[in-house]
């Protein structure tokens, strides 16, 4: 069992933040641009993700929390 899941700063936080502003960019325009912006910004949290499989850590409850600090803190 996992004893510490907390969040820090480090590998994968410039795609998480990227892929952010991407997906809220996507969300202003229209047509298939909107999706292909879409799926680059999803495309992006692969990285986070591999790290997280290759630590041993369930990477669909860290990308959750990554997203939520990232919506918290916004632009820098």
């Not at 952010?20 to 495309?43: E, V």
């Amino acid at each position: 069992s996992l004893q510490n899941d907390s969040v820090v700063a480090g590998g994968g936080a410039i795609e998480m933040e990227l892929s952010k502003y991407l997906r809220d960019y996507s969300r202003t325009i229209p047509g298939k641009q909107q999706l292909l912006i879409g799926a680059y910004a999803k495309a992006l949290e692969i990285i986070p993700r591999q790290l997280c499989d290759n630590a041993g850590f369930d990477a669909t409850n860290i990308l959750n929390k990554l997203r939520a600090k990232h919506a918290q803190v916004g632009p820098l």
